[in-house]
Nanobody, 118 residues
């Protein structure tokens, strides 16, 4: 599966953005898609994705209550709605996919940059 992330940009603190991850190649419904981010000088952080059994969504504490993961299978797209953005949310955001039967994200998009000014 190939992934294409988009929707990043420069916003002010408190603003919202919606990131999109468009998938192509194989049966989209067979994949779980999540989002990670990497801020300058920091390690990559997994921020949102389906739980292993698929019945709920994991959110990192750092974005809990502000970000929402959703997907539209008809459009082969997963979204990350980001509200109440903070300067510390500034990072390169990556979407990633894994087979629903495995825990490891094997497929990665190219990243989309989010910059939040104070």
């Amino acid at each position: 599966v190939q992934l294409q992330a988009s929707g990043g940009g420069l916003v002010q603190a408190g603003d919202s953005l919606r990131l999109s991850c468009a998938a192509s190649g194989r049966t989209f419904s067979s994949y779980a898609v999540g989002w990670s981010r990497q801020a300058p000088g920091k390690e990559r952080e997994f921020v949102a994705g389906p739980t292993r059994n698929g019945d709920s969504t994991y959110y990192a504490d750092s974005i809990q209550g502000r970000f929402t993961l959703s997907r539209d299978n008809a459009k082969n797209t997963v979204y990350l709605q980001m509200n109440s953005l903070k300067p510390e949310d500034t990072a390169l955001y990556y979407c990633a996919a894994r087979c629903t039967t495995t825990p490891t994200y094997e497929y990665w998009g190219q990243g989309t940059k989010v910059t939040v000014s104070s």
